[in-house]
């Protein structure tokens, strides 16, 4: 019987009143805010994992007493 139900509500017409297409649309901008967070803090750490990889062999260069050019 639910199945029959389900398949009735989703034939049918859907009604949205403006007050839950704002809240759609507010849920969609901050979904998208977060999905841009998210990626911006993936390259932040990979940028981070790379900078601290170059401090390492800075670190390894520097106890072996060769000199770093600096442009």
Do not use: C, S, W
Not at 16 to 37: G, H, P, S, Y
Not at 39 to 54: P, S, Y
């Amino acid at each position: 019987m639910q199945t029959e139900e389900l398949l009735h509500f989703q034939e049918g017409d859907v009604k949205v009143t403006k007050e839950d297409q704002e809240m759609i649309n507010d849920f969609a901008r901050q979904n998208a805010r977060l999905e841009d967070a998210t990626e911006d803090i993936k390259e932040l750490e990979k940028e981070m994992r790379n900078l601290e990889d170059a401090a390492g062999e800075i670190l390894l260069v520097a106890e072996d007493d060769i000199q770093i050019p600096y442009p």
